[in-house]
């Protein structure tokens, strides 16, 4: 497993040749960053690390996943994964939107049926995880996938 994080796309590009097929987890950036990364059938996963800090709109949040990305995503098989490194040192008001934008990003993720990767959730037990996972939206066979495919990743990316 590789993860990625540039944010010269040429770069990524390059380095996803180099690996096996469905080895690569390739940090998220912007939107026509991850458009690109999802054409790419050679991925395995998106990680959404951080959320983009730009305004929301009063129906939808601007948290860096779209209908279009997730159809991309369901076409080319990949998986869109969350990392949960940098909650744990928000202030409240910031843990409200990185949830609330998670919780969109889970909406879209059971509408466009995606698969769930969960990372970096070390003051969680399994069952914990799962209980957070459904109160935020996710089906139970989704999240019960999503809990046996979590893991720490305690390198810095």
């Known amino acids: 497993m590789k993860i990625i994080d540039s ?25 026509e960053f991850n458009r690109k990364i999802l054409e790419n059938k050679n991925v395995d996963c998106l990680i959404f690390k951080e959320f983009p800090r730009l305004k929301n709109n009063l ?16 076409e080319n098989e990949i998986k869109i994964g969350f990392d ?5 040192k928000l202030n409240d008001f910031e843990k409200v939107d990185f949830l609330s934008k998670l919780m969109q990003n889970i909406k879209l993720c059971k509408k466009y ?6 990372l970096n959730i070390f003051k969680m037990d399994k069952k914990d995880l799962n ?20 893991f720490n990743f305690n390198n810095k990316f």
């Open 7 to 31: 944010n010269n796309l040429n770069e990524v590009i390059r380095q996803i040749k180099l690996t096996k097929k469905n080895e690569v987890k390739i940090i998220a950036k912007n939107e």
């Open 59 to 74: 129906k939808q949040r601007d948290s860096g996943l779209n209908h279009v990305l997730c159809k991309l995503a369901y």
């Open 113 to 118: 049926k995606l698969n769930v990767l969960i």
């Open 84 to 88: 949960f490194s940098s909650f744990f």
């Open 131 to 150: 209980g957070f996972l459904l109160t935020l939206g996710m089906t139970t066979l989704m999240a019960k996938k999503a809990v046996e495919n979590s």
